[in-house]
């Protein structure tokens, strides 16, 4: 009779040979049959595994259309077909109450970050075999950069709000848009600019959902508003949570979101070179 761990790594064994009979069966990265397939497959015929897989491997071929659906498919941020559930599941049991800094939302966008980072390197591959140890490993680390190793750290950097030495007043990060520039102007050189415009103007259109559309074109267009509170002698747009009846906390999350996508583009052009240290301060 076979023992526990050795039946485990029969399951195991025969998971994986399924996942590459799978992969094996997906129609030609370049056909529009592999569009339409990645579009309507049931879940029994995508799962995460070779989804993350087939996404790595469009990436090394530079096929963007179909890594792009791909990735749309894998990171539905409707969740529709189940693959983010164990990230949804970490983000509402992990979100400590001793703070009012974040919600669950912004736990789960730091880790949808953490997994469109993570994903094209080598320690991506994981996501291939074992996705749902892949989604835990980055969370892991998402939670801990929000954090501390040890929970040391119960306020989000990115959310902490700090007070203006002349009015007394406290101003979230995500409200200290001027309308001056766009936000990569400072992490690119001049050469790289319209390239990187560009991506960023394909990459804003193709996002599905219009309230964050809506929040990235005004936020990263040449003169975006500000979040909630005009500053006088600097803009004149009305407060974007006046323009789209919404509070700063939801265009918070919908910017973060559109953010995480964003950054998924610049790191993936090899013809971008970008600084990193001001990437990682874009992130925040």
Not at 84 to 108: G, N
Not at 173 to 200: F, I, K, N, Q, Y
Not at 225 to 232: H, Y
Request: charged share 25%; net charge negative; proline share 5%.
């Amino acid at each position: 009779m076979a023992t526990e761990p050795e039946k485990t790594e029969n399951n195991s064994a025969a998971l994986i040979h399924r996942f590459e009979q799978l992969y094996a069966a997906l129609p030609a990265f370049d056909s529009p049959a592999y569009l339409a397939h990645i579009a309507q497959a049931d879940v029994s015929e995508l799962p995460a595994q070779v989804l993350a897989r087939a996404y790595r491997q469009l990436l090394q071929m530079d096929a963007k259309a179909a890594a792009e659906a791909t990735l749309e498919r894998l990171l539905d941020h409707q969740n529709i077909n189940g693959y983010l559930v164990i990230v949804r599941h970490l983000a509402r049991r992990r979100t400590p109450d001793s703070q009012q800094w974040h919600d669950e939302e912004d736990l789960f966008q730091a880790a949808m970050k953490e997994i469109l980072k993570v994903l094209p390197t080598s320690r991506g591959a994981l996501a291939e075999t074992a996705w749902v140890r892949f989604c835990q490993n980055c969370f892991t680390d998402a939670w801990r950069s929000m954090h501390g190793r040890r929970g040391e750290r119960l306020q989000v950097e990115f959310a902490q709000p700090t007070q203006d030495n002349e009015t007394g007043t406290y101003q979230f990060h995500v409200e200290t848009t001027t309308g001056d520039e766009a936000p990569w102007h400072a992490g690119v050189t001049d050469s790289e600019l319209p390239r990187v415009e560009a991506l960023v103007s394909r990459t804003i259109s193709a996002i599905n959902d219009p309230f964050i559309r809506a929040v990235a074109k005004d936020q990263f267009s040449s003169a975006p508003s500000p979040i909630s509170s005009a500053r006088e002698g600097k803009v004149s747009k009305a407060p974007l949570t006046e323009q789209l009846n919404a509070s700063r906390f939801q265009i918070s999350r919908a910017l973060r979101s559109a953010k995480a996508r964003l950054a998924s583009e610049l790191i993936n052009d090899p013809q971008l070179t970008l600084d990193r240290e001001w990437l990682r301060a874009f992130l925040r």
